[in-house]
């Protein structure tokens, strides 16, 4: 199981020091295959710190563009959370009956079309699927496309049966705040103007990512499409919390040991579209937590990472 630790860090760091960390685990913790909980976050840590700079030592393309690119990564996840159900259910042909994430159908066309619901061609969590696939092998061409499908899916919802009205005039995503459903185009317009800048900015030049990145989203619309598991159910908004906080961690983590400014970026978009969700939609509130409380952990991790990298180049400078 100590291998398993080894995936934290970037391929040329395990090749160059793999053996001697599993040596030395092997070592400090004799007979066990696992080491303590201090350790594994210790060494999960250490790995996060490789990776970003892994990151900022490759010069291919300027970091703003790689922020950029990180943007529409995460607000395209964002825009999949609340249909990961209909999806796995749609592409496996599962009526999931009334555990439907409030909907009253959720089939494969041509049947998919239920009592009082309009017949649809595709649900709507295909197209952040497609963005979050075409995004992660950096093509924009395929990505910039799927981003402004979803602003006319969420402009036109009242009128094309295209993707019927399915998750677009009931629930949608929660997390902390308030309800972000596929007709309010905050989300999918600033998803859309960031892969416009990356398409507009030699594509040739982003990051390409490995499928294996892919691994925990079908994990998720595994989880979510077997167990049933609902946007607004209790266990959903804690795992979804739990997931946002080891995100910003991470941000946290990296920003902090390069000293680089590239992960602002999605961290203020992530901010901007769940805060302007708050204030537009005061009575949506899920009320999961205070508003003040709410608020904080939307709006603090801006100052803590800029902090975070102002000291990071201090102390390089004083080096």
């Excluded at 199981?1 to 070592?27: D, F, T, V, W």
């Excluded at 049947?111 to 595709?122: C, D, I, K, N, P």
């Excluded at 906080?245 to 680089?260: F, K, N, S």
């Excluded at 949506?284 to 939307?298: A, I, K, N, R, T």
Aim: aromatic fraction near 10%.
């Amino acid at each position: 199981m100590n291998r398993l630790l080894l995936a934290a860090y970037p391929e040329p760091y395990r090749s160059r020091h793999g053996k001697e960390l599993l040596a030395c685990l092997s070592e400090a913790y004799p007979g066990r295959s696992w080491p303590p909980p201090r350790e594994v976050v210790a060494v999960a840590r250490a790995g996060v710190q490789a990776r970003a700079r892994a990151v900022v030592d490759d010069t291919a393309r300027p970091w703003w563009l790689d922020g950029i690119h990180l943007t529409a990564l995460v607000l395209a996840a964002l825009a999949l959370v609340p249909y990961l159900q209909d999806v796995w259910h749609w592409a496996l042909r599962v009526d999931p009956g009334r555990h439907a994430i409030a909907f009253r159908f959720s089939g494969w066309y041509p049947w998919a079309q239920g009592s009082g619901t309009r017949t649809r061609l595709l649900p709507y969590g295909l197209l952040p699927l497609v963005c979050l696939i075409a995004l992660l092998r950096g093509k924009t061409w395929i990505a910039l496309p799927a981003a402004a499908a979803m602003i006319y899916a969420g402009a036109t919802f009242n009128t094309t049966a295209l993707f019927g009205d399915e998750g677009k005039v009931g629930l949608g995503y929660y997390g902390l705040g308030a309800p972000i459903t596929a007709h309010d185009l905050v989300l999918s317009g600033t998803l859309c103007a960031a892969c416009a800048v990356l398409a507009a900015c030699r594509p040739a030049r982003l990051r390409r990512r490995s499928y294996r990145w892919l691994v925990p989203v079908v994990l998720a619309m595994f989880t979510a499409g077997s167990l049933h598991i609902i946007s607004i159910s209790p266990a959903f908004q804690r795992g979804l919390f739990t997931l946002e906080v080891a995100a910003l961690i991470a941000a946290w983590a990296a920003t902090a040991a390069t000293g680089d400014y590239r992960w602002l970026i999605p961290v203020v978009a992530f901010t901007f579209i769940r805060t302007q969700a708050i204030v537009l939609q005061p009575n949506g509130f899920m009320q999961s937590l205070p508003d003040l409380v709410v608020l904080l952990l939307l709006i603090a991790p801006l100052p803590v990472l800029v902090i975070a990298a102002q000291r990071r180049q201090s102390r390089a400078l004083l080096e």
